[in-house]
Nanobody, 119 residues
Framework: QVHLVESGGGLVQPGGSLRLSCAAS????????MAWYRQAPGNQRELVAT???????NYTDSVQGRATISRDNVWNRVYLQMNSLKPEDTAVYYC?????????????WGRGTRVTVSS
């Protein structure tokens, strides 16, 4: 069974930074692309960033230049470094194995980690 556990969220002021972490188990992690998603209050979940098994990365336009996705195939973790945070980054952040460029994940969703950007 696949387990995805996100952590690292919190309350941060605009312009601040956070590093989100996702621990994955139950899959041969190094063989899979991984992705971060987020769901803001009242909005649908959106794909934020992806990293392939070969470490190629892609970002949605709204975080391009402010976010860095990375992975550790030893510890089966994927990270999202978010800088220059904006109030519109406020959301619950999730990780999953991506299903193409959609907002769908391949496996069941974890609890996510909440990011609140506010002064």
């Amino acid at each position: 069974q696949v387990h995805l556990v996100e952590s690292g969220g919190g309350l941060v002021q605009p312009g601040g930074s956070l590093r989100l972490s996702c621990a994955a188990s139950g899959i041969n992690f190094r063989l899979y692309a991984m992705a971060w998603y987020r769901q803001a209050p009242g909005n649908q979940r959106e794909l934020v960033a992806t990293i392939t098994a070969g470490h190629a990365t892609n970002y949605t336009d709204s975080v391009q230049g402010r976010a860095t996705i990375s992975r550790d195939n030893v510890w089966n973790r994927v990270y999202l470094q978010m800088n220059s945070l904006k109030p519109e980054d406020t959301a619950v952040y999730y990780c999953n194995v991506p299903v193409g460029p959609s907002s769908n994940g391949r496996y069941g969703w974890g609890r996510g980690t909440r990011v609140t950007v506010s002064s």
